[in-house]
């Protein structure tokens, strides 16, 4: 069986560019509103790269939650880690949960 010709149109955007990142408040306010909060995370081995997002989404005036304890395939605790320090628009607590074999992930409420 031979597969067919096929294309393909990823729907998430990428901008790239030097010093691009000097433009993703802008493309967050854009995407998810002003005053939307953020989850950044990064590698620790990358500490001081994330040190300049966090202080780009910052200044352009989002609340910043920050999460480093990631490591490629992360384990089911750190995904949770991360998931229990994402800022979120309700102050309702969400108590869904789905699990998958690999790990869990907190269903969050729509903004």
């Known amino acids: ?3 067919p010709n096929f294309s393909f149109g990823p729907t998430t955007p990428v901008a790239f560019g030097v010093d691009r990142v000097e433009k993703l408040a802008g493309d967050v306010t854009r995407l998810v509103g002003a005053d939307a909060p953020v989850l950044l995370v990064n590698d620790p081995g990358i500490s001081a790269m994330g040190d300049r997002v966090e202080g780009i989404l910052k200044a352009g005036g989002h609340k910043v939650a920050r ?3 990631v490591r490629s395939d992360p384990l089911s ?3 949770d880690a991360a998931a229990d320090l ?3 628009r309700s102050r309702r ?3 869904r949960r789905t699990t998958t074999r690999s790990r869990s992930i907190r269903s ?3 903004p």
Do not use: K, V
């Open 1 to 3: 069986m031979t597969l």
């Open 67 to 69: 999460f480093q304890d």
């Open 77 to 79: 605790r750190q995904i």
């Open 86 to 88: 994402a800022p979120r």
């Open 93 to 95: 607590p969400s108590s």
């Open 108 to 110: 969050r409420p729509a």
